[in-house]
């Protein structure tokens, strides 16, 4: 499975994203330049995290103009993979590939800790492998991750079941305490309708090897290749 | 051309120069004599600016410098010492690593988010204009106790101005320490240190190289933030000090994050002759030290330095402190590559001149020179007339008065078990992940153990191989025996990477100080530094560079003497990591190393007591060494479980921290029953500070083999007790001291600095 990994300026977890593809799930992966017109075909697109523009308006509200997100899109449309991960997922949401919105962390300052993620959806190639309720612990880092969309689209989302992780205590209870940012209905990561559009606060990547603190990153990228593989005997 | 045609023209709008305009920028008369000796006629009021900051201690060291020569800088595995933007150091198979820690103290006192914003800004340019990628920074900080408003205003500032530009160019920030005490309430404390890893053919140094090499300008505008920055640096804070604001620049991590990403690119496609950051002194220290390391000139043209404001005088553009900008020398005939990679990172690429060989510093406005200087009188540490100070020392009078604390506080805290749960709910012993959890301490995916133990582990990818980094440096130590405290940093810091299993290999510091023409503050530097450099070459530990910052006083007086020292260990094998926590119950639990009754400067009689007064606890360097070598071998043979110091707080604090600290990363809560037998008292036995000692345990089948290695290196080893439980226990001969249940002493330690914000 191709991969890229899409460079903004100010993207920061670029590098991880790349390491863990290559050294992890050995698969061939590129870096992509944001102000790339065009790039050879790649399976999926990663938009990584960091501090696009330095996010100094709004997190991901500069990046959405870049060249490359025509390429986004167009992935997007075609079917192709597509996950933002941190400030990948605030730019998908300012491109309007995702709904909703996303606002400063309910205590107003950046927070870096593990948390438990409860996979809610695996109706999506990325989650596909998982078992449903499964918990996965994976770190977050961000200081906008409070995301916020309106009743109708929560209920859509919800419908769809298109929301596919939730913050939740490590017995996997949704509750006020086990969320870290005060995101509508503890969401964590939402997909679009036909599944193949991911974004997540979490960082899956940062927890894929021995010594990372857990490896449950692997759950997402290993769904994602069986998903590849089945599409490819299929 | 001759020398003697380009002498600079004054321009007429600028000040008279009167002994009033000279005392202002900081300069003696005997100074400004040498100044009119070495140029031969009056500076013009650009050069007199010029060397104000080249010439303030902040730049020059002219009043450390004598005193730092103690300080050991060789050794086998030392690439960079002192005198470049940051140390380096050999770790095997082509690869270094790069670090060095600075201060920030008045910027941020005065303005703390900006403060220690551009402090993280500054170090890191000093690691990647090495060649380095950085990889992690760490903070020593030091406040006012939280129930002071000032003291809370510094405190939330500087963590987010920190957190504010470390998260945004993507930096992890992993560990450090803070300490808080009323000494520092209105001059606190901000150490910052940054690592790098590069490979040694990266390796870039701060010089001016190859007459008629282009001088080329890249990153931020220039405008007028932070003129005579290192000139206020150099002065105590005053009543009007709020009114310097105009002296703190202001920091765009972004940019840096551009600029860094830029600088490697050049640096790694060999574009570059040399390069040097532009903090401190800015424009006149980046082309004075470039030129005089490289033993060349430099020509500049002010009027193509891109400017953010219009109407900046030479003066100003010379002395502006601006953030992020950077001064590279390009390799002939590279212009064009460097051109198109600054374009590509969106950065200003401004030739301002060229490199000379007359060894002068000459810059043109507008075509007219407005200054000429030697680039040695300004940075050259031997060049004749370059100041260079023996400053007189005394002894401090309060050394007396401090000496001792009377006995009956030995026997005033008859509850054990409340004194414990009160100094783990500290603000110097609690938990700091209020604080920690603002950092991302994750990104680049190196950080094999998470903050909150007393070092930081890095792994560096594509090797086996993993990098240890601590820093300490406790005041009170230093304040009651500034000779001991500078060791017990040096050894501190050194000891707290061994536990981790990594073996110590060099040292970098920032010692802040008070007024060094105070002979009282001077005396304190030099026995700190007395006691740094001979822990230094007791432990094998060159240093690499460093920081001084001096003047750290308020109208209050000067603070606590605070030498920080930072560490760098090397982990051969990462899967070999110690870490704090119990693990398994049914461990053997050791003590290694020797408690006696020193409780003077102690946590417990701070914290509990409100005395900073007594005879630190004593530290013999062969037995820290035994320790160090015994910790770093036993861990390579994999027989440690866990390891932890034993120090602020003493024997019981680490004991409670090794049955929780896992909750971070993730473990149960693990509890522990101690016995031991001594001839102290119950209060010495739990929080003497005493050094050289660590709280080990070790699985049955192994605990032998950790025996025998210890008597073979002459170090004291005891057995005390066994992990497991849910308790953890103390007893003395047999009699029960305390007994809490490890979930209440992880309670009242977790909460810690939240309670107090």
Known sequence: MRFGVVVFPGSNCDHDCFHVIQKVLQQPVQFIWYAAGRFPKVDCLILPGGFSYGDYLRTGAIARFSPVMEMVRRQAERGGAVIGICNGFQILLEAGLLPGAMRRNRDLTFICKYVHLRVDSNLTPFTRRIPQGRILRIPIAHGEGNYYCDRQTLARLKAEKRIVFRYCTAQGQTSPDANPNGSLENIAGICNARGNVLGMMPHPERCMEQGMGSTDGCELFLSLLSAARSALSA | ?757
């Open chain 2, 1 to 757: 051309m001759k020398r003697g045609k380009l002498l600079p023209v004054a321009d007429p709008k600028d000040p008279e120069i009167t002994p009033k305009l000279v005392k202002e920028h900081g300069l003696t008369p005997r100074e400004y004599s040498t100044i009119n000796k070495i140029l031969g006629r009056q500076p013009t009021y650009t050069e007199l600016g010029i060397f104000s900051v080249m010439w303030s201690e902040h730049c020059s060291y002219k009043n450390s410098r004598p005193v730092l020569r103690q300080l050991p800088t060789q050794g086998p595995r030392v690439i960079q010492g002192p005198g470049e933007n940051a140390g380096v150091m050999d770790i095997g198979g082509g690869r270094a690593v790069c670090f060095k820690v600075e201060s920030h103290n008045h910027p941020s006192a005065i303005e703390p988010y900006q403060g220690a914003a551009t402090g993280v800004g500054g170090i890191l340019r000093d690691i990647f204009t090495m060649g380095a990628r950085p990889v992690a920074c760490l903070d020593s900080l030091r406040f006012g106790k939280l129930n002071h408003l000032r003291a809370r205003r510094h405190f939330t500032g500087v963590v987010a101005g920190i957190a504010g530009y470390g998260n945004c160019i993507g930096v992890p920030t992993i560990g450090g320490e803070v300490m808080f005490d009323d000494t520092y309430l209105d001059n606190c404390l901000v150490n910052v240190m940054a690592v790098g890893f590069m490979r040694h053919k990266h390796l870039t140094l701060g010089r001016a190289h190859g007459v008629g090499n282009r001088v080329i300008y890249i990153g931020a505008t220039t405008g007028r933030d932070g003129i005579h920055g290192a000139t206020f640096a150099s002065e105590e804070l005053s009543e009007e000090a709020e009114e310097r604001r105009s002296a703190v620049q202001v920091a765009d991590p972004f940019m840096e994050k551009l600029l860094l990403e830029a600088t490697l690119e050049l640096i790694r496609g060999g574009h570059l002759v040399g390069i040097q950051d532009m903090g401190a002194a800015g424009l006149s220290c980046s082309t004075s030290e470039m030129a005089a390391r490289g033993h060349t000139g430099i020509d500049i043209e002010l009027a193509h330095v891109p400017q953010r404001e219009s109407g900046m005088t030479p003066y100003e553009i010379m002395l502006s402190e601006s953030q992020e900008r950077m001064l590279l020398i390009a390799k002939p005939g590279q212009e064009k590559a460097v051109k198109r990679i600054l374009k590509k990172w969106h950065l200003h690429a401004a030739d301002i001149g060229c490199v000379t060989k007359d060894g002068l510093v000459r810059v043109r406005y507008h075509g007219q020179v407005v200054a000429e200087m030697p680039a040695g009188a300004l940075a050259d540490t031997k060049f004749p007339g370059y100041p260079t100070y023996h400053r007189p020392a005394r002894r401090p009078a309060y050394l007396d008065k401090v000496k001792t604390f009377p006995a009956e506080f030995q026997s005033r805290e008859p509850d054990l078990e409340n004194a414990l749960l009160r100094l783990l709910a500290s603000q110097n012993l609690c938990s700091k992940r209020y604080i920690w959890q603002q950092y991302d301490h994750m990104v680049r995916t190196n950080t094999l153990l998470l903050p909150g133990a007393g070092a930081a582990v890095l792994r560096v990818k594509h090797t086996k191989k993993a990098v240890a980094v601590a820093m300490d440096g406790n005041n009170r130590y230093t304040y009651l025996d500034p000779h001991l405290g500078g060791r017990i940093a040096v050894a501190e810091a050194a000891r707290n990477v061994a536990v981790t299993g990594a073996l110590p290999i060099g040292v970098t510091n920032c010692l802040n100080f008070g007024n060094p023409m105070d002979p009282e503050i001077f005396w304190q530097f030099k026995q700190a530094v007395k006691g740094m450099a001979e822990a230094c070459r007791a432990l094998n530990l060159p240093v690499t560079g460093g920081n001084v910052s001096l003047y750290n006083e308020s109208p209050a007086g000067a603070v606590d003497p605070t030498p920080i020292v930072g560490v760098v260990g090397l982990l051969e094998d990462h899967a070999l990591m110690v870490t704090p926590w119990f693990k398994t119950s049914g461990d053997v639990i050791v003590l290694l190393g020797k408690t006696h009754d020193e409780l003077g400067g102690s946590s417990w009689l701070y914290e509990l007591q409100g005395i900073k007064a007594g005879k630190p606890p004593v530290l013999n360097l062969k037995p820290e060494s035994a320790l160090q070598k015994v910790l770093v071998q036993a861990a390579g043979l994999g027989l440690l479980r866990s390891a932890q110091d034993c120090s602020d707080g003493g024997l019981a604090v680490a004991a409670a921290e090794c049955t929780f600290l896992g909750r971070t990363a993730g473990q149960v809560l693990m509890g522990a029953e101690l016995n031991l037998g001594t001839g102290l008292s119950d209060t010495s036995l739990l929080f003497s500070e005493s050094q050289s000692r660590v709280l080990a345990s070790v699985s049955p089948p192994d605990f032998l083999r950790l025996v025998d290695l210890c008597r073979s290196k002459g170090l004291d080893l005891i057995e005390v007790g066994r992990v497991g439980g849910k308790f953890l226990r103390v007893y003395h001969h047999g009699r029960p001291l305390l007994e809490q249940k490890t979930g209440d002493l992880y309670s009242a330690w977790k909460n810690g600095l939240a309670a107090y914000v």
